[in-house]
């Protein structure tokens, strides 16, 4: 009995290393892509969108199939060495498993989670840039709308001008 528990644990470990590897995949896909989205997002250029989205969806798909893989996974696991179902994390399960194999899947898990929090914050300067740029439009939109006084402004040859128009985004300051 000893020996078929060592090899259907052999095999889950193997499992949850081949999974891992394969989750690190699609996150270094991922984190292509957000690079992607950021040099498009810089350039203006709203025609590689649909692309660079229908891209990150297939990427989240699989993610997402992976990560329906990686819990049964860790269910499996967890029964395989009477853990319990519930609050256990594939961390802490790897940690008492204390073979070669489980460290090395210890060690692949933990790389993965710092490549996914170095994703999520290259989302977050994503999100910041778009942010910046909806505020300079709306900010450039409410300056068109506005009438400079007279003789606040300069005039296109870089004179002052006399009269206000619409659109003056360079006023004199004395």
């Known amino acids: 009995m000893g020996r078929l528990s060592i090899v259907k644990d ?101 790389r993965l989670a710092d490549r996914v929090r170095t994703v999520q914050r290259d989302i977050s300067v994503n999100q910041l840039l778009v942010k910046n740029i909806q505020s300079f439009i709306v900010r450039a939109l409410e300056a068109h709308r506005q009438t400079a006084p007279e003789s606040d402004v300069y005039s296109i040859s870089g004179g002052r001008s006399s009269t206000g128009t619409p659109a003056s985004l360079i006023r004199c300051k004395g």
């Open 10 to 110: 052999s095999r889950l470990l193997e499992q949850v290393l081949h999974l891992l590897s394969r989750e690190s995949a699609q996150c270094d896909l991922l984190a292509h892509n957000i690079l992607q989205e950021r040099d498009a997002i810089k350039r203006m250029a709203l025609h590689e969108f649909i692309a660079i989205n229908q891209t990150r969806i297939s990427i989240l798909e699989c993610l997402s199939g992976l990560k329906e893989e990686f819990d049964e996974l860790v269910r499996d696991l967890s029964a395989a060495h009477g853990l319990p179902d519930t609050g256990r994390t594939l961390p802490d399960i790897l940690q008492s498993i204390k073979s070669a194999q489980a460290l090395a899947g210890l060690e692949l898990y933990e």
